[in-house]
């Protein structure tokens, strides 16, 4: 037999847009905003493509064909960067992004909600200090006869200039990440836990489970979807290496280690005008990215892993 279908709440396309056409009305401002900010835009990536002219113009400047990426390859300043782009996000990625999973673990065990708050807001605070005051506190923590020099020197070792050091400069564009950003990439882990039934937790304390593997067998299960989707956003954003940070950070004693694409592309296009080669730089950026995510996305789905697509 036919399945019969209720008239009253089955709405036509019109009828739905009519009922909620407020909540319509509220995506307008949104939608406007990504098509003028990340659609029309795109229209520049043209210059990629060119040996762009500022006079003649996106439009009429001559076709370079694939030139301008064979200079950007053939370049031994993009490839030092691209090198120094995938160690530190690498490092980034090793060390941060577990980090933040364990600091959401271990605020969810927190009992007491004062204390609890007050763990949250303290390692919450660094997100919202731009690089530049970072940049300060950690010049004064890492200078010379700073603190942190004092302790090395009175324990015996020898004066460090952390922020002129090759050997040094990345383990501290790491851990300086790492103390402004993983209280605030715990923030979607801590959501996630909030989720979890408390039934189980209760389960698995009547059948004598000790809080760690309360920990080990439920929060942390429980979360692993969470876990897979925010691990392929981080594997896309991987030549994001953090260019506000580097800027504020490196220096020319630390530029065969601390330069990155963005700082290359900044240096290209705003220092010395190549715009042209700098919007190639940024293509194979994105290109690289979207390559990656769609690649490591695959992967985990073979694994039957949450996966974004």
Known sequence: ???????????????????????????????LYIIIFHYLPMAGLAIAFEKFSVVKGVF????????????????????????????????KILFGFPSAILLALLINEVRQKRLQKLVQTVVYLPHFLSWIVMY???FNLLRQSGPVDSLITSLGGQTINFMSDTDYFRGV??????????????IIYLAALAGVPQELYEAAQIDGASRFKCLWKIS????????????????????????????ALYNSAVFSVGDIIDTYVFRLGIQ??????????????????????????????????ETLF
């Open 136 to 138: 300060g506190l950690i």
């Open 60 to 91: 009429h400047s001559p076709f370079a064909g694939l030139d301008n990426f064979q200079y950007l390859f053939s370049s031994l300043q993009f490839r030092n960067a691209l090198k120094n782009t995938f160690i530190i996000s690498f490092y």
């Open 272 to 305: 010395e005008a190549k715009f042209d080669v700098a919007t190639a730089a940024g293509l194979f950026k994105s290109v690289f990215a979207f390559l990656l995510v769609f690649g490591t996305n695959k992967l985990m789905s073979r694994f039957d892993h």
């Open 220 to 247: 942390l299960p429980c979360i692993m979807p969470t876990i897979t989707v925010m691990f392929l956003l981080r594997i896309g954003s991987i030549l994001n290496a953090g260019f506000d940070q580097i800027l």
């Open 1 to 31: 037999m036919r399945a019969q279908t209720n008239p009253k709440t089955s709405l036509s396309r019109r009828g739905v847009f009519q009922r909620y056409k407020y909540m319509y009305l509220m995506l307008i401002p949104g939608l």
């Open 173 to 186: 564009v790491v851990i300086s990440d790492l103390w402004k950003e993983m209280g605030w990439n715990a």
